[in-house]
């Protein structure tokens, strides 16, 4: 696609439930990265893929988020067991390389009530 | 690791008029890349600006353009000429030059600028 793709737009969910946010990157870029937006933290890195692979998970806050990728395109991140303080926005984005300027989707709103 | 500072959380600037954003940051490295990105209501984020560390040159594009200190670790972005649609977050951001796991941008808190008509 023309830009780095995120879905859903939105999300709303109750406490404890699973959720799953989706990245479609752009075509042909190898290196892709999700972060987090809070009020309280600002912009949060939260885990690296280059390829299949994530090099740097570090900003993971806890074992209730994963992520996984895949044939190097696509990335999904799971939250289990939702809490309130996991409402922000998830930002994705993709860059040619991890030595080039990355571009960023627009983001899901995830609201946990 | 490094840290990025955005001391004001607001400004506001007169349209027509310049503005400067300030941002400081914190690093042992000497070499990296620092970004000014601009997220609107529309939440994407977009690059604004680009500065290479080992380039003495201040960057420019078109009607923004930084003012890189490096010995003071500063690196702020004016805005000449603002325009309503300038209205938006601005973010300061670093990234390390350096291949592998150190490729994420570490971004400042962020100022949210406003553009009076």
């Known amino acids: 696609g023309a830009g780095v793709s995120q879905s859903p737009s939105n999300k709303v969910t109750e406490k404890g439930k699973d959720v799953e946010l989706r990245c479609d990157p752009i075509?042909?870029?190898?290196?892709l990265y999700w972060y987090r937006q809070s009020l309280g933290q600002g912009l949060e890195f939260l885990i690296y893929?280059?390829?299949?692979?994530?090099?740097?998970k570090s900003g993971l806050p806890s074992d209730r988020f994963s992520a996984e990728r895949t044939g190097g395109s696509v990335s999904t991140l799971t939250i289990q067991r939702t809490q309130q303080e996991d409402s922000a926005v998830y930002l994705c984005a993709s860059s040619l390389s991890n030595q080039n300027i990355q571009y960023f989707g627009a983001g899901t709103r995830l609201s946990v009530l | 690791a490094q840290t990025v500072t955005q001391s004001q959380p607001e400004m506001s600037v007169q349209e027509a008029e310049t503005v400067t954003l300030s941002c400081t940051y914190d690093t042992s490295e000497s070499d990296y890349y620092l970004f000014w990105y601009k997220q609107p209501p529309s939440r994407q984020m977009i690059l604004v600006i680009r500065q290479e560390a080992y380039k003495q040159q201040n960057a420019t594009e078109n009607r923004f353009s930084v003012n890189f200190q490096k010995a003071a670790k500063s690196f702020s972005l004016k805005i000449s000429d603002s325009q309503l649609g300038d209205a938006a977050m601005y973010f300061c951001?670093?990234?390390?030059?350096?291949?592998?796991?150190?490729?994420?941008?570490?971004f400042g808190k962020g100022i949210t600028l406003s553009v009076r008509p």
């Open positions: 951001a670093y990234r390390s030059l350096y291949t592998g796991a150190n490729s994420k941008l570490t």
């Open positions: 893929f280059q390829g299949n692979s994530a090099p740097d």
């Open positions: 075509s042909g870029h190898t290196a």
